[in-house]
T-cell receptor, first 115, second 111 residues
Framework: GAVVSQHPSRVICKSGTSVKIECRSL??????MFWYRQFPKQSLMLMAT?????????EQGVEKDKFLINHASLTLSTLTVTSAHPEDSSFYIC???????????FGPGTRLTVT | AQSVTQLGSHVSVSEGALVLLRCNYS??????LFWYVQYPNQGLQLLLK??????LVKGINGFEAEFKKSETSFHLTKPSAHMSDAAEYFC?????????FGKGTRLHILP
């Protein structure tokens, strides 16, 4: 149980275009999902907390207009990287809370490459 | 604010040897602590968690960790390393609904 999926697993896009990444909780409902960014050989950096039916809460230094987050249902959150640039290339990971306090289940990640 | 410090960005052990990955936490309240493993180009998998029950926590793949309040530590151990244990390991502490990660330790297994 507690499976989280992400789609796509890899995406390559041209500079200036927008890319949408989906995060789904497959066998549970998640009122809260999280989006992380991971640079090569580094730890995960929390970007934002996504709450179903409300606006996302962004961490300090994360541009909310560049990283659009939508949590339209209890099983789906999306991250849209708008007007992507090469410096946005990274590994993006989502996670969801299944209801067990203080425990997050992570998706497999999405590798974004902006050329 | 809660934080965790992982000592050693890289640890190498021989196959069959003891694995010890160190983690110290800083928390103003009784913490919830986690160890996650990440294989290349994959997400994170929960190895084990401490939630104020037993101080010795057993996880998957033969790993365990002991919560020591006096030392503010939550070190991860495995009696006998296997080649498949080679991965990145993250210690983490909860802060409300959020999880704060350490910088990670890459475990190398020597044949």
């Amino acid at each position: 149980g507690a499976v989280v999926s992400q789609h796509p697993s890899r995406v390559i896009c041209k500079s200036g275009t927008s890319v949408k990444i989906e995060c789904r909780s497959l066998d549970f409902q998640a009122t809260t999902m999280f989006w992380y960014r991971q640079f090569p050989k580094q730890s995960l950096m929390l970007m934002a907390t996504s709450n179903e039916g409300s606006k996302a809460t962004y961490e300090q230094g994360v541009e909310k207009d560049k990283f659009l987050i939508n949590h339209a249902s209890l099983t789906l959150s999306t991250l849209t990287v708008t007007s992507a640039h090469p410096e946005d290339s990274s590994f993006y990971i989502c996670s969801a809370i299944p209801g067990t306090p203080y425990e997050q289940y992570f998706g497999p990640g999405t590798r974004l490459t902006v050329t | 604010a809660q934080s965790v410090t992982q000592l050693g960005s890289h640890v190498s052990v021989s196959e069959g040897a003891l694995v010890l990955l160190r983690c110290n936490y800083s928390s103003s309240v009784p913490p919830y602590l986690f160890w996650y493993v990440q294989y290349p180009n994959q997400g994170l998998q929960l190895l084990l968690k401490y939630t104020s029950a037993a101080t010795l926590v057993k996880g998957i793949n033969g790993f365990e960790a002991e919560f020591k309040k006096s030392e503010t530590s939550f070190h991860l151990t495995k009696p006998s390393a296997h080649m498949s244990d080679a991965a990145e390991y993250f210690c983490a502490v909860s802060e409300g609904d959020k999880i704060i990660f350490g910088k990670g330790t890459r475990l190398h297994i020597l044949p």
